[in-house]
T-cell receptor, first 115, second 116 residues
């Protein structure tokens, strides 16, 4: 598609439950990036993919967070045993290449609320 | 350490007045710089980017920014504010080189309020 599509828009989970977020990049874009936005600012990089391969995972929490990009499927970000501090808006972005001068195109985000 | 700082978490201007949003970066190598705008409940929209070509960059919606290496700055300006410019603005940097993977480092954001 012409836009990065993120689903669902809102996700509510009880503390300790699993949360799974999805992202379909723009058609033809090979790179996918995940960011976490807490409290309407403070974007934090989580992980990026080159096609189905992890490109950079330096921002991913060591525990509970995992992500995948499989062929012919939306990319996913999964959080196991969610905690209150996981409440945030999670943004996915895609770009044609992983070169640092290429702009990233963002989806509208998934708002995750942990109760 | 590589970082980006936006001075002023909140800027208020009158409609028709000059908009100036400040962004400074800290880096040992020349960065690539981006300005994004975020409207409520939406994702980030690219306003403009600096990728080592012309230092004065023109973007969408009448915005422009000038890269000043000596000041390590990339301030965003617009000559005349419009009510529709009210939004959150983010400055972001990435870095060239094989060891850099294209991830963006964001400033804290600046909320622009436009008064009638």
């Amino acid at each position: 598609g012409e836009e990065v599509a993120q689903t669902p828009k809102h996700l509510v989970r009880g503390e300790g439950q699993k949360a799974k977020l999805y992202c379909a990049p723009i058609k033809g874009h090979s790179y996918v990036f995940w960011y976490q936005q807490v409290l309407k600012n403070e974007f934090k990089f989580l992980i990026s993919f080159q096609n189905e391969n992890v490109f950079d995972e330096t921002g991913m929490p060591k525990e509970r967070f995992s992500a995948k990009c499989l062929p012919n499927s939306p990319c996913s970000l999964e959080i196991q045993a969610t905690k209150l501090e996981d409440s945030a808006v999670y943004f996915c972005a895609s770009s044609q290449s992983g070169q640092s001068n290429q702009p990233q195109h963002f989806g509208d985000g998934t708002r995750l609320s942990i109760l | 350490a590589q970082s980006v700082t936006q001075l002023g978490s909140h800027v208020s201007v009158s409609e028709g007045a000059l908009v100036l949003l400040r962004c400074n970066y800290s880096s040992s190598v020349p960065p690539y710089l981006f300005w994004y705008v975020q409207y409520p409940n939406q994702g980030l929209q690219l306003l403009l980017k600096y990728t080592s070509a012309a230092t004065l960059v023109k973007g969408i919606n009448g915005f422009e920014a000038e890269f000043k290496k000596s000041e390590t700055s990339f301030h965003l300006t617009k000559p005349s504010a419009h009510m529709s410019d009210a939004a959150e603005y983010f400055c972001a940097v990435s870095f060239p080189g094989s060891s850099n993977t294209g991830k963006l480092i964001f400033g804290q954001g600046t909320t622009l309020q436009v008064k009638p």
